[in-house]
């Protein structure tokens, strides 16, 4: 079978005529588990996949193609006509005729255009924009032909876009040669990444999409971690998606046989090996083949409702503290939040920047108390489980919105756990918090929905299964679960069988292991390992260690 690059280099061949003289990729991703968790600055644990996406490309010149768009501003047609040396086309190869060209020019009053796929590349160019200009001065025309092939199922939560944005990254960082490998010579760049740790997306006044990343003065020298936030940019901008930030990060900086524990509050990511061998389970994805639309769906109203829970609870612990100020005596103050403690924080409510800020202690005092400048004597029903959402609606903030609540600060508790349970081998606890981290994305998030519920309850109906979950953004795309390696036929086989009888589709079971990141293509195997990563280090030297001698200001993460 003809590998994924060969198919990209062949199709450009084809279409224009020549060799490309850049061949990049980026992969997909899978998150073992911490959902909707990145935008509210919490913790998650993903690895990338060897599933990728292919751009292989040159900058353009004048030649004949076929199937080239006649009009650059229409992004698909089949008609054939000459290459305008200030266009860019690009082809894609997993999409139909009519959907699979986009041609347009590149300058800094590019906009959206119809194809949607074509508006996450064009996102990327927008934030290179300037670097690129600076390498090709004092030529101003920026433009190439490409094409793109993916293995990475879309639709499936397992970051199709993500890697279209990292290979398109990768692709221009290549092309132009701009400055990816030479040390920093200031501080720059880490102030750039510093400005952007609050990635919890609010609503933009003047056009209604989540703010973008303040990148407007880039250094010359561009670290993986901009790259991941440029790409970051172009999904909220211009796919209007309000994603957080973990599947760009780790598309960026994925290492093979290690998950990537990463604090998205403070920007740090930590290794966690998992190296698949003889002894350890393996990690099947299940893809429902029900796809989801992120920028369409339930998404961005989840995205709100995190909002809204921390506007809640900072509005009270502000009101809180005025009262402590005022009145220390207060019979509004609760006993567990002492007069002192109250006194002593200064603007509490304003120091919770997130949700990753709120325990559950406090969650629960917002939700089940009235607003603290009102009078709080009145004897208020309580749930009999204090797991259960209380039947009264609170007046700080609604059952549902706490409920989504709940769900990131139990899934920031739950992923820290699985991270200890993984240093000591114990699959059953890793296992265990997997499933419940299922219970509260169907429950509490409610970004589940009936074909994956089935998958999910038919591979726990395996001996030998550990655990199972749905995993990405969610209303369909993907399970992961974590099965014993003499039950992965076993696993397979029922899933598939019982699953097409239940919803008659097909599903799709993949056994993975953690993949590299994005890297340029250096040459061709001829066995399955089709790609050499350029940057991939000896077996006993950490990639991170190569990051580290790029960026200064890392070190002390590294040595963690």
Same mark, same amino acid.
């Given at each position: ?5 060969q ?7 084809s ?12 992969p ?6 911490g ?41 698909? &047609? ?70 793109i ?30 400055n ?45 971690? &901009?790259?991941?936030?440029?790409? %970051? ?26 998950l ?10 930590k ?5 698949g ?21 339930e998404?961005?109203?989840?995205v ?27 019979? &509004? ?63 700080n ?19 820290l756990?699985? %991270? ?11 296992g ?47 399970? %992961? ?30 056994? %993975? ?14 066995d399955?390992?089709?790609m ?29």
């Amino acid at each position: 079978m003809m590998s994924i690059m060969q198919k990209a280099i062949t199709e450009f061949e084809s279409k224009f005529g020549s060799k490309p003289e850049v061949s990049v990729f980026a992969p997909g991703r899978v998150n073992l588990i911490g959902e909707h968790t990145d935008y509210n600055n919490g913790y998650v644990l993903p690895f990338a996949l060897p599933m990728i996406t292919v751009i292989v490309g040159s900058k353009s010149s004048s030649m004949e193609i076929e199937n080239k768009p006649s009009n650059e501003n229409t992004e698909s &047609t089949n008609n054939i006509t000459k290459i305008n040396k200030n266009e860019t086309n690009i082809f894609s190869c997993n999409l139909k005729d009519d959907e699979a060209y986009a041609t347009f020019v590149i300058n800094k009053n590019m906009k959206p255009g119809p194809l949607k796929w074509a508006n996450y590349v064009k996102g990327v160019i927008s934030t290179y924009y300037e670097d690129i200009l600076d390498t090709i001065k004092p030529s101003t025309d920026i433009s190439f032909n490409a094409v793109i092939v993916s293995n990475v199922p879309v639709g499936s939560g397992l970051s199709s876009s993500a890697a279209l944005e990292v290979a398109t990254a990768t692709f221009l960082e290549q092309l132009y040669k701009l400055n990816t490998t030479v040390k920093p010579n200031n501080s720059r760049d880490k102030k750039t990444l510093s400005s952007s740790t609050n990635n919890t997306p609010t609503k933009n006044k003047d056009n209604d999409i989540p703010p973008s990343i303040n990148i407007t003065k880039q250094p010359p020298y561009i670290s993986p971690m &901009t790259k991941a936030l440029r790409c %970051v940019e172009a999904e909220r901008k211009w796919a209007g998606v309000p994603c957080g930030v973990m599947d760009q990060i780790i598309s960026v900086l994925g290492l093979e046989n290690h998950l990537v524990l990463l604090d998205c509050k403070k920007m740090e990511p930590k290794l966690v090996p998992f190296d698949g061998n003889s002894a350890s389970p393996v990690i099947v994805i299940i893809n429902s083949n029900v796809q989801h639309n992120l920028g369409g769906s339930e998404y961005p109203i989840r995205v709100q409702q995190c909002q809204d829970a921390l506007s809640a609870i900072q509005k009270y612990y502000n009101e809180l503290q005025t009262i402590a100020k005022s009145d220390p005596n207060s019979h &509004t103050l609760k006993p567990s939040l002492s007069t002192n403690n109250i006194l002593n924080t200064e603007d509490i409510g304003n120091q919770i920047k997130s949700l990753r800020d709120v325990t559950m202690e406090m969650l629960d005092t917002v939700h089940n108390d009235k607003p603290p400048s009102r009078n709080n004597s009145i004897d208020r029903e309580k749930s009999p489980n204090k797991n259960q959402t209380t039947t009264i609606e609170s007046q700080n903030m609604n059952s549902v919105v706490y409920r989504r609540a709940r769900h990131v600060i139990t899934e920031n508790n739950r992923v820290l756990r699985t %991270v200890e349970a993984l240093g000591k081998r114990d699959w059953k606890e890793v296992g265990r918090l997997m499933t419940e981290s299922h219970a509260s994305l169907s429950a509490d998030y409610e970004v589940s929905c009936g074909e994956i519920d089935l998958l999910v309850d038919l591979a726990l109906s395996v001996p030998g299964v550990y655990g199972s979950r749905i995993t990405g953004g969610g209303f369909g795309g993907c399970t %992961v679960t974590l099965v014993e390696r003499n039950s992965v036929a076993t696993l397979k086989a029922h899933v598939t069988e019982k699953y097409k009888q239940s919803t008659g589709k097909k599903c799709i079971c993949y056994e %993975v292991l953690p993949s590299a990141g994005a890297g340029v293509i250096s040459s061709i195997k001829s066995d399955s390992k089709e790609m050499i990563h350029p940057n991939k280090p000896p077996d006993n030297i950490s990639i991170w260690s190569v990051f580290a001698a790029q960026l200064p200001w890392l070190v002390p993460l590294l040595a963690r």
